[in-house]
Structure formats: C-alpha cells, structure tokens
C-alpha cells in the first residue's frame, strides 16, 4: 500500500497562510480521491477537503472559500494551501483516501494563534 506522509505545519498568526505537503512513497493516482482530515483537541477526525484523480474538489463548509486543496500525480504528492488561518483552524492535518482511508500517520500540526 501507498504510504503517506504529512509536512509543512507550524505556527502562524490569524489571517496567515500554510502549506501542507502530503508526499507518497508510490504512485497516488490508484488511491483515487485524497482528502486532508484534521483532528482539534478533543475533537473528533473530520475530513475538511479531497480531490478526486482528475481534480475534482470538494470542501467542508468550515474551509471553503480559504482552503485549496491540490494533487500532482507525477511527483505523486498531495498539497492543501491554507489562507485567512483562524484559531479554530488549529488541529493536527492529516492526509489519507478519501473514501478508504488506511492507516493513519502521523500527522502534521497546525497552530494558529496571536
């Protein structure tokens, strides 16, 4: 199986940008749809964007309009552009399928504070 692995994460002040890479040891383009999942304290997992093969996106209500996600098959890695960060943006960034998630990594973290 693809294994997956989160980077990019840190600090940033509200309002500012983050980009997080998703880098695969093989070929993404048979994992099919990709998403970026978060997890906040004591909160539970929750898929915020995917991206199908061709590109297709979809976006939780909570990210639409300051999120992007993206995909370049050929260098077989997964990136999600955040902007206009907000507190409750806060949470550890994962990257896994969309439909058929396998096992989780470890994840990337993601603080937005002043």
């Known amino acids: 199986q693809v294994q997956l692995v989160e980077s990019g994460g840190g600090l940033v002040q509200p309002g500012g940008s983050l980009r997080l890479s998703c880098a695969a040891s093989?070929?993404?383009?048979?994992?099919?749809?990709m998403g970026w999942y978060r997890q906040a304290p004591g909160q539970q997992r929750e898929l915020v964007a995917s991206?199908?093969?061709?590109?297709?996106?979809n976006y939780a209500d909570s990210v639409k309009g300051r999120f992007t996600i993206s995909r370049d098959n050929a260098k077989n890695t997964m990136y999600l552009q955040m902007n206009s960060l907000k507190p409750e943006d806060t949470a550890v960034y994962f990257c896994?399928?969309?439909?058929?998630?396998?096992?989780w990594g470890q994840g990337t973290q993601v603080t937005v504070s002043s």
């Open positions: 991206i199908s093969r061709s590109g297709s996106t």
């Open positions: 896994n399928a969309a439909y058929q998630p396998d096992n």
């Open positions: 093989g070929s993404i383009f048979k994992i099919g749809s």
